[in-house]
């Protein structure tokens, strides 16, 4: 057994069916706990607004609050820092003589140049970095096909996956986490402090904002479970994933997709057709494992297709005219508003106002996977940008 284990939280701020996380408490001694905020993530892009909004801000925020607070009621703790994880977690990995550092796996371009970097500073110092794939209701090796074989589109996909997909049991939360003797918790900060304006609050709709933390997260599946699946009804809409905003807390790992998917098998009456909620947690994991086959291509104008011929307008009068509200549309106008006060649009609202910005303003498409980027509580990078490429007709055929 290792006596001291790092365990970085990324995107999995929970303690429920968090794999890296109950495997360090099971293989160390004494387990440090840290989350590092990065300020580049809050950083403008090229139009001008946050990579993460206000809005997003406070929810990592809040979600990390929580975190804190579970940990310390297993009598564990949650260091907090803030600037480059890459060179954070190697510097406390030195300090505090750790073994390991255990983290999650992300699979998007800058995150996984983030873990390579940090990587390399920890062997400078004999450190080992133990990554775990746990974002995906199964693990990569699991596919009854390797990812350069990945279908061509969800419907292929899902009838592919149909007879193979086995979705382990979620694990439980560690019963205890033993600090070290000495360590410096640090204090979590407020947005001033990782670089946003705490004035791009001011008019948000907070009646309408999610709470993060894993704390609600569980809350709000309960509800869902209750009002739906335990009465053998069907949501309102095909898309209760994005609908009921679980989505939200599972952006951030507050909740995990094999825990959603768990409870909803458990609770679903014997005789129950397909739930929407498990075809919804299969097309994010579509996304995830598009990103993972294509990489950057998602991120680019001619997408996953490398589709060359469309010719799209980078003209910011008229982009701007989306982003403000203020199109000939007054419907997308309403919405528009919607997400810049509330951080949530329901998936179809969502497909309308994108569909506006590419087929009608025919605006470079990326630009409205950025907006949504800053804007949505629920982003996650390789499902946002996935539906964007769809909606652009350069995604799945």
Request: hydrophobic share 40%; glycine share 4%; net charge positive.
């Given at each position: 057994m290792a006596q001291r284990i790092i365990y970085w939280f990324r995107n999995d701020l929970r303690l429920r069916d968090n794999e890296a996380l109950f495997s360090a408490v099971a293989s160390a001694s004494?387990?440090?706990?840290?989350?590092?905020?990065?300020?580049?993530?809050?950083?403008?892009?090229?139009?001008?607004?946050?990579?993460?909004?206000?809005?997003?801000?406070?929810?990592?925020?809040?979600?990390?609050?929580?975190?804190?607070?579970?940990?310390?009621?297993?009598g564990g703790d949650l260091l907090i820092r803030i600037g480059e994880p890459e060179k954070i977690i190697a510097r406390l990995a030195e300090e505090y003589n750790a073994e390991y550092v255990y983290t999650s796996k992300e699979i998007a371009p800058e995150e996984t140049r983030i873990e390579s970097s940090l990587s390399k500073n920890l062997k400078t110092v004999n450190i080992d970095i133990k990554l775990f794939w746990m974002d995906t209701l199964m693990h990569a090796t699991s596919l009854p096909f390797p990812?350069?074989?990945?279908?061509?589109?969800?419907?292929?996909?899902?009838?592919r996956i149909e007879n193979a997909l086995k979705v382990k049991e979620p694990l439980p939360e560690p019963g205890k986490v033993t600090l070290p003797a000495d360590y410096d918790a640090g204090s979590i900060p407020i947005l001033a402090q990782i670089g946003v304006d705490p004035d791009e609050m001011e008019n948000a709709d907070e009646q309408n904002i999610s709470q993060g933390g894993e704390s609600v997260a569980l809350t709000v599946l309960e509800k869902y479970l209750a009002d739906y699946i335990k009465e053998g009804k069907s949501y309102e809409s095909a898309d209760p994933l994005t609908d009921t905003r679980l989505s939200d807390w599972l952006s951030l790992g507050c909740i995990s997709a094999r825990y959603i998917y768990s409870q909803v098998k458990k609770v679903q009456?014997?005789?129950?057709?397909?739930?929407?909620?498990?075809?919804?947690?299969?097309?994010?994991?579509?996304?995830?494992?598009?990103?993972?086959?294509?990489?950057?291509?998602?991120?680019?104008?001619?997408?996953?297709?490398?589709?060359?011929?469309?010719?799209?307008?980078?003209?910011?009068?008229?982009?701007?005219?989306?982003?403000?509200?203020?199109?000939?549309?007054?419907?997308?106008?309403?919405?528009?508003?919607?997400?810049?006060?509330?951080?949530?649009?329901?998936?179809?609202?969502?497909?309308?106002c994108a569909d506006y910005l590419v087929n009608v303003l025919n605006i470079n498409w990326t630009w409205g996977a950025m907006y949504f980027e800053s804007h949505l509580m629920d982003y996650e990078g390789s499902v946002n940008w996935g539906r964007w490429n769809n909606i652009a007709g350069v995604g799945e055929n």
């Open positions: 004494e387990i440090l706990p840290v989350y590092v905020f990065d300020p580049r993530q809050f950083d403008k892009t090229r139009l001008g607004f946050r990579r993460t909004g206000a809005m997003r801000g406070q929810f990592l925020i809040q979600s990390v609050v929580d975190l804190r607070n579970r940990l310390r009621q297993k990812i350069a074989k990945l279908p061509a589109n969800f419907v292929s996909f899902a009838t009456p014997a005789d129950a057709e397909d739930v929407a909620m498990l075809e919804n947690l299969l097309s994010r994991d579509y996304f995830h494992w598009t990103l993972l086959r294509f990489g950057p291509r998602m991120f680019k104008p001619s997408g996953v297709q490398h589709q060359f011929l469309r010719r799209w307008q980078n003209d910011n009068a008229l982009y701007e005219t989306w982003t403000n509200g203020q199109t000939a549309d007054s419907q997308v106008n309403t919405l528009m508003k919607k997400l810049k006060q509330t951080g949530f649009l329901t998936s179809d609202e969502r497909t309308l």
